[in-house]
């Protein structure tokens, strides 16, 4: 599948979002692969220039990391990580078996929206991995 299609999707994703939820507050969605590769993004407005193939690592990397800590304290199957900076949160939930999907939100967010959407991209997406 192009990355056209999959920015517009994941741009109808958080439109989706965005429509259901007006508080959600997302600036953005990455699809990346479990290895760390970018697929597809979009963000709003941000503060920081994002670099795609940076921002990709990290959310494999956190959540690889997030995998080993729930599995050496004995809590089951990581569902995703959750990060709080100052000004926003970063969210990184599992798509398939292949993939990832990090959420960006500004830090006036509320979480359980924040998760409920990221649950909600992760399953719609999972139909195009």
């Known amino acids: 599948m192009s990355e056209n299609i999959m920015e517009?999707?994941?741009s109808e994703i958080l439109d989706n979002i965005e429509d259901t939820v007006p508080t959600a507050k997302i600036e953005g969605l990455?699809?990346?692969s479990i290895e760390g590769l970018p697929i597809a993004s979009t963000f709003k407005e941000t503060n920081v220039e994002l670099n795609s193939e940076l921002?990709?690592?990290m959310a494999a990397t956190l959540y690889s990391l997030g995998e080993q800590v729930v599995g050496e304290l004995g809590k089951g199957k990581l569902k995703g990580v959750f990060v709080h900076g100052?000004?926003?949160y970063i969210?990184?939930?599992r798509v398939g078996e292949s993939a990832l999907v990090m959420m960006l939100s500004r830090k006036d967010a509320q979480i359980g929206i924040l998760l409920y959407g990221l649950q909600k991209a992760a399953e719609r997406l999972q139909k195009f991995i």
Do not use: F, K, T, Y
């Open 86 to 88: 100052r000004e926003g």
């Open 8 to 10: 517009r999707e994941l």
């Open 91 to 93: 969210l990184v939930g």
């Open 55 to 57: 921002v990709a690592a």
């Open 30 to 32: 990455v699809l990346v």
